[in-house]
């Protein structure tokens, strides 16, 4: 700025106006410092300025698995409404791993990020509470903490509503004993899918065998193993509910191997409605997530937060929608 200013006989106070687009500058000389910052090829310092404004114009999200579309949806989300409003993005892959999900967010507030979105932590309650006290702002996707912050709000699905939907449909269908693949044991989603899957049961007078409900990684390795294994094990299931779309693609991989016809043999019913759902053949009946939405919100949320301040905590809660297709008609 000091070059800049030397160059067009101004003072640094007339160079940072122009900067930062304030008024109070003769047009001619607006442009001639313009003209001088493009021929020496000037570029404001962020450092420079984060330190004198205390902040870094930098967000950080943080998600389990970068590969699956669900996160990939919800990142979008996030960036382009933290992009419209002057943020970037530091988007951190946690890999389904605690021990990486918690060195990343250390490692974020490290950077001085002004705020911070965690989707579908893994982190068990009291380690989470611990290690994002310190942030000046904070988002949870699809999770909810017993004892939050008083800087943490959230934004979440409705996953009890999933479970009851989805096993609903199956019900409804003439099925009655139905499995669940509940996803990572750790995973504050599947409990709570798993809660209004039970209910529904119970509710149809409908008593589950325990080992009905297997954890599963939530990948179509994790989905093909579980079903392979369940399967196997409980040959009478004529329905299968999900932890998510991946899983369910691995259970048709699973029943073209033992030879069971979707849904003649074994109904399925997913979670999400990535784009692959409606790809696969048959195609899957899936319970519908906002998934850019829950990114866009949660952006909203950690905004208000960080300008506001506001006294009470955000508690979003979105809705899921039941899409029928051919793997459970």
Same mark, same amino acid.
């Given at each position: 700025?000091?070059d @800049?200013?030397?160059?067009a006989?101004v003072?640094l106070?007339?160079v940072?106006?122009v900067?930062n687009?304030? &008024? ?6 607006r442009?001639r410092?313009l003209?001088? $910052?493009?021929?020496l090829g000037?570029?404001?310092? &962020?450092?420079?300025?984060? =330190?004198?404004?205390?902040e870094t114009?930098?967000?950080?999200l @943080?998600v389990p698995? @970068?590969s /699956?579309p669900f ?6 989300g996030v ?5 419209? /409003?002057?943020y970037?993005?530091?988007l951190?892959n946690a890999?389904e ?13 490290e950077?001085r990020v002004?705020?911070?979105i965690?989707?579908?932590s893994?982190? !068990?309650e009291?380690?989470l509470? &611990?290690?994002i006290? /310190?942030?000046p702002?904070?988002v949870?996707?699809n999770?909810r903490?017993?004892t ?5 709000d ?5 996953? !009890?509503q999933c479970?009851? $939907?989805?096993?609903?449909h199956?019900?409804?269908s003439?099925h009655?004993?139905?499995g669940?693949?509940a996803?990572?044991p750790?995973s504050y989603?599947g409990?709570g899918?798993?809660r209004?899957f039970?209910?529904a =049961?119970?509710d149809?007078?409908?008593?589950p065998?325990?080992?009905?409900v297997?954890?599963?990684q939530?990948?179509v390795k994790? &989905?093909y193993e579980a079903?392979?294994s369940l399967l196997?094990?409980h ?7 999900c932890? /998510? ?7 048709l991989?699973?029943c ?14 997913g979670?999400?409605d ?10 899957l009946?899936?319970?519908r ?5 829950l990114g ?5 949320? =950690? ?7 506001p006294?009470e905590?955000?508690?979003?809660v ?6 029928i ?5």
């Amino acid at each position: 700025m000091s070059d @800049v200013a030397r160059r067009a006989g101004v003072s640094l106070m007339t160079v940072s106006r122009v900067i930062n687009n304030k &008024g109070d500058v003769n047009p001619e000389t607006r442009q001639r410092i313009l003209e001088i $910052i493009s021929a020496l090829g000037y570029r404001p310092s &962020g450092i420079a300025r984060s =330190l004198a404004t205390k902040e870094t114009y930098t967000l950080g999200l @943080v998600v389990p698995d @970068v590969s /699956n579309p669900f996160f990939a949806d919800v990142t979008q989300g996030v960036e382009h409404l933290a992009h419209s /409003n002057g943020y970037h993005v530091f988007l951190c892959n946690a890999e389904e791993d605690p021990q990486r999900e918690s060195a990343l967010i250390q490692s974020l507030e490290e950077k001085r990020v002004d705020g911070l979105i965690l989707c579908s932590s893994r982190l !068990e309650e009291e380690k989470l509470i &611990g290690i994002i006290a /310190n942030l000046p702002a904070v988002v949870l996707v699809n999770r909810r903490l017993q004892t939050a912050p008083e800087a943490c709000d959230t934004v979440n699905l409705d996953d !009890e509503q999933c479970g009851r $939907i989805a096993a609903h449909h199956l019900l409804q269908s003439g099925h009655q004993a139905i499995g669940f693949l509940a996803g990572p044991p750790i995973s504050y989603s599947g409990a709570g899918r798993r809660r209004g899957f039970l209910a529904a =049961l119970q509710d149809a007078a409908i008593n589950p065998v325990d080992d009905w409900v297997r954890p599963c990684q939530p990948s179509v390795k994790g &989905g093909y193993e579980a079903a392979y294994s369940l399967l196997t094990t409980h040959s009478h299931l004529t329905a299968l509910f999900c932890f /998510n779309d991946l899983v369910a693609v691995g259970v048709l991989q699973a029943c073209e191997e033992l030879k069971r016809r979707v849904p003649e043999d074994l109904a399925i019913v997913g979670h999400d409605d990535i784009p692959l759902a409606a790809l696969v053949s048959p195609a899957l009946t899936t319970c519908r997530v906002p998934r850019y939405e829950l990114g866009a919100k949660a952006v909203n949320a =950690l905004l208000k937060r960080m300008r506001d301040c506001p006294d009470e905590r955000s508690q979003i809660v979105l809705q899921p929608e039941l899409v029928i297709r051919e793997s459970a008609p």
